[in-house]
């Protein structure tokens, strides 16, 4: 991981973080359920969230305009998830949601 790979609000660092599709933002599990106003049980350790429906519940790694924020080891940039890497993918997934 990057050294800038870290919340924008709470600086979090090795955690899975999400990155706006609106602005230059990226936002840890926690932060983005407060700005969301969901609870961070929501978000499952593998990065999901179940958002029910009526018939069959949708589960999502997006949440709002936000997506995974899957460092791309050669850019600097960020891969979404549908782009990314096998590897960089489980690279993402094995992060913790919160540091303890």
Same mark, same amino acid.
Do not use: Q
């Given at each position: 991981?990057?050294?800038?790979?870290?919340?924008?609000?709470?600086?979090?660092?090795?955690?899975?973080?999400?990155?706006?599709? %609106?602005?230059?933002?990226?936002?840890?599990?926690?932060?983005? =359920?407060?700005? @969301? $106003? &969901?609870?961070?049980?929501?978000? +499952?350790?593998?990065?999901?969230?179940?958002?029910?429906?009526?018939?069959?519940? %949708?589960?999502?790694?997006?949440?709002?305009?936000?997506?995974? =924020?899957?460092? @791309? $080891? &050669?850019?600097?940039?960020?891969? +979404?998830?549908?782009?990314?890497?096998?590897?960089?993918?489980?690279?993402?997934?094995?992060?913790?949601?919160?540091?303890?």
């Amino acid at each position: 991981m990057n050294n800038n790979y870290a919340c924008s609000c709470c600086h979090a660092k090795a955690v899975k973080l999400w990155r706006s599709i %609106l602005e230059a933002k990226l936002l840890c599990a926690k932060c983005l =359920a407060e700005e @969301n $106003k &969901f609870a961070l049980s929501e978000i +499952s350790p593998k990065g999901t969230r179940t958002i029910p429906f009526v018939k069959h519940p %949708l589960t999502v790694r997006t949440v709002g305009s936000y997506i995974p =924020a899957i460092p @791309n $080891k &050669f850019s600097g940039y960020y891969n +979404s998830y549908a782009e990314a890497p096998e590897d960089l993918k489980h690279d993402w997934t094995r992060l913790p949601l919160e540091n303890k």
